[in-house]
């Protein structure tokens, strides 16, 4: 796996851009890492912990030069998913979209045509 997904405010992603890095929502700073997903992952998290959420972004995360830091871990239903044990560095980021998770849990992105 190359790059895994995050969900983040606005607000959390400008502030991210400003410092450098990302130390994580109140979430991930509760549990010791940054929580990410796969592609497969992405939909049900969005649904399970944004339903009725605007002004997201979502980041695809290249996992490539984030080493050991990065550890896959065992979550729902036993799926691995990937954990981040350091902040994230903005420049592991590809691409940023905004983006809304409609009240059932359908994410509607704001550059959809």
Same mark, same amino acid.
């Given at each position: 796996?190359? +790059?895994?997904?995050?969900?983040?405010?606005?607000? &959390?992603? @400008?502030?991210?851009?400003?410092?450098?890095?990302?130390?994580?929502?109140? +979430?991930?700073? !509760?549990?010791? $890492?940054?929580?990410?997903?796969?592609?497969?992952?992405?939909?049900?998290? !969005?649904? @399970?912990? $944004?339903?009725?959420?605007? &002004?997201?972004?979502?980041?695809? +995360?290249?996992?490539?030069?984030?080493? &050991?830091?990065? +550890?896959?871990?065992?979550?729902?239903?036993?799926?691995?998913?990937?954990?981040? $044990?350091?902040?994230?560095?903005?420049?592991?980021?590809?691409?940023? @979209?905004?983006? !809304?998770?409609?009240?059932?849990?359908?994410?509607?992105?704001?550059? !959809?045509?």
């Amino acid at each position: 796996m190359t +790059v895994a997904y995050k969900i983040l405010t606005s607000d &959390d992603w @400008r502030r991210m851009v400003t410092e450098g890095r990302y130390e994580g929502s109140a +979430v991930d700073l !509760a549990d010791g $890492y940054i929580h990410m997903s796969t592609a497969d992952q992405l939909a049900e998290t !969005a649904r @399970r912990h $944004y339903a009725g959420q605007a &002004d997201l972004m979502l980041l695809t +995360v290249d996992l490539g030069g984030l080493d &050991d830091a990065l +550890v896959w871990e065992p979550s729902r239903g036993g799926a691995l998913f990937p954990h981040l $044990y350091a902040p994230l560095p903005v420049a592991a980021v590809t691409t940023g @979209r905004p983006f !809304a998770v409609a009240e059932d849990g359908a994410m509607r992105f704001e550059d !959809a045509a």
